[in-house]
C-alpha cells in the first residue's frame, strides 16, 4: 500500500492508499478540508475535533441526500421501463386479440400485474437501497 502526505486545515497527514486510488483519494481529502475550512472560516467553531465532526455530519448528509436523489431516479426508471413494456405487451395483445377474434384469458391481468411487480422487484434489487 502507497502513502501520501496530504494537509488537511493546515496540518499534515501520512494515508495509506490503495494502488491506483490516489486521485480518488485526494479528492476526498479536497472535499473534507474545504467542509472543514469552511467552518473554521465562519468563526462560530474554534476546536478541530468539533470542526472535523461538524464536516462529517456535512459530508454523509451531502452523501445520503446524493443517494436518494439517485434512488429515487432508479425507480423512476424502472417504472416508466415497466409501464412502456406494459403499454408494448398490451398493444400486443391487443393486436393478437383483433386478428384472432379470441378473448382474453380469465386472469390474464393478475398475471401481467405479477409480471410488473417481479420486474420492479427485480430493478430495484441492484440498488441495494430499501425506500
Known amino acids: 500500500m502507497k502513502q501520501i502526505e496530504v494537509q488537511i486545515m493546515d496540518q499534515s497527514y501520512l494515508l495509506g492508499c490503495p494502488e491506483g486510488g490516489e486521485a480518488e483519494l485526494r479528492e476526498a ?9 469552511k467552518i473554521r472560516d465562519a468563526g462560530k467553531v474554534r476546536a478541530r475535533d ?3 465532526v461538524l464536516a462529517s455530519l456535512n459530508l454523509a448528509y451531502d452523501l445520503g441526500q446524493q443517494v436518494a436523489a439517485t434512488s429515487a431516479a432508479l425507480i423512476t426508471m424502472a417504472v416508466a421501463a415497466a409501464e412502456n413494456a406494459e ?3 398490451s398493444a400486443q395483445n391487443a393486436r393478437h386479440l383483433e386478428s384472432d377474434g379470441s378473448s382474453p384469458q ?12 417481479q420486474r420492479l422487484d427485480q430493478a430495484l434489487a441492484g440498488d441495494s437501497h430499501l425506500l
Open 50 to 52: 468539533r470542526i472535523a
Open 87 to 89: 403499454r408494448a405487451e
Open 106 to 117: 380469465p386472469g390474464h391481468d393478475e398475471a401481467r400485474a405479477a409480471q410488473l411487480v
Open 29 to 37: 481529502v479536497e472535499r473534507v478540508d474545504t467542509a472543514m475550512c
